[in-house]
T-cell receptor, first 115, second 111 residues
Framework: EAGVTQSPTHLIKTRGQQATLRCSPI?????VYWYQQALGLGLQFLLW???????NRGNFPPRFSGRQFPNYSSELNVNALELEDSALYLC??????????????FGPGTRLLVL | GENVEQHPSTLSVQEGDSAVIKCTYS??????FPWYKQELGKRPQLIIDIRSNVGEKKDQRIAVTLNKTAKHFSLHITETQPEDSAVYFC??????????FGTGTRLTIIP
C-alpha cells in the first residue's frame, strides 16, 4: 500500500511570492491534514479537509489556504510569503469516522525556504 | 484552550534502561492520544496510540498509560536501544479530529 506522498520535496521562494504544495493521501483515505513544523519546533495544525470541505483551521492567517480535490488529493497555498514561513510542511491522511479519533499517517513533507 | 504539555524536552538514557515521557492535556473531552517518533530528516511515524476507554496499551517494548482523571498520559520505552534515539511527540485530539501536538522530547540512547 502506497503511503502519503507530497510534492515537491523542496521549494525555494522569495518574500512576497506564492507557494503551492501538494499532497496525495493513502488510497481510501478521505481526510487530509496540513501541519507546519518550523525548524526544531513541534507540529502546528494548519488545515483539515474531508470530502472536499474544510473542516477545521488552525491559528494561521488567511494567506494560508488550500483545497481538496474529488480524488481526495490536496493543495496548500501560501500567499505573500514571509521569511518566517520557512518550515517543513507535513501532510497527513486518515479515514475519518466522526468522533472516533482516527490515526493520521504522515507524508515526507515539503521543505519550504523563503529568502 | 487546547493545549498539550510534554516533558522532558530532552532525555538521555543508558542503553538497556527505560525511558518515560509524560504529557498533559487540557480538554477532558479528548478521546484519542497518539505518540509519534520522528528521526532526523524523516516524517513522523506513529508508534502507539490509546483511546480514552483504555487505561494502558502495550506493543513489545513500548507502552502508553492514560489517566483521564488527571488528564495525563505517558510513553514508556523499556530495554532501550540506539535506534530508539529520535524526537518523540505526543498528541491529543480536541474534537473534529484536530490533533494538538506536544513540543517534543529529544531522546538520546547512550551506548
Amino acid at each position: 500500500e502506497a503511503g502519503v506522498t507530497q510534492s515537491p520535496t523542496h521549494l525555494i521562494k522569495t518574500r512576497g511570492q506564492q507557494a503551492t504544495l501538494r499532497c496525495s493521501p493513502i488510497s481510501g483515505h478521505t481526510s487530509v491534514y496540513w501541519y507546519q513544523q518550523a525548524l526544531g519546533l513541534g507540529l502546528q495544525f494548519l488545515l483539515w479537509y474531508d470530502e472536499g470541505e474544510e473542516r477545521n483551521r488552525g491559528n494561521f492567517p488567511p494567506r494560508f489556504s488550500g483545497r481538496q480535490f474529488p480524488n481526495y488529493s490536496s493543495e496548500l497555498n501560501v500567499n505573500a510569503l514571509e521569511l518566517e514561513d520557512s518550515a517543513l510542511y507535513l501532510c497527513a491522511s486518515s479515514l475519518w469516522r466522526s468522533g472516533a479519533g482516527e490515526t493520521q499517517y504522515f507524508g515526507p513533507g515539503t521543505r519550504l525556504l523563503v529568502l | 484552550g487546547e493545549n498539550v504539555e510534554q516533558h522532558p524536552s530532552t532525555l538521555s538514557v543508558q542503553e538497556g534502561d527505560s525511558a518515560v515521557i509524560k504529557c498533559t492535556y487540557s480538554d477532558s473531552a479528548s478521546n484519542y492520544f497518539p505518540w509519534y517518533k520522528q528521526e532526523l530528516g524523516k516524517r513522523p511515524q506513529l508508534i502507539i496510540d490509546i483511546r480514552s476507554n483504555v487505561g494502558e496499551k502495550k506493543d513489545q517494548r513500548i507502552a502508553v498509560t492514560l489517566n483521564k482523571t488527571a488528564k495525563h498520559f505517558s510513553l514508556h520505552i523499556t530495554e532501550t536501544q540506539p535506534e530508539d534515539s529520535a524526537v518523540y511527540f505526543c498528541a491529543a485530539n480536541f474534537g473534529n479530529e484536530k490533533l494538538t501536538f506536544g513540543t517534543g522530547t529529544r531522546l538520546t540512547i547512550i551506548p
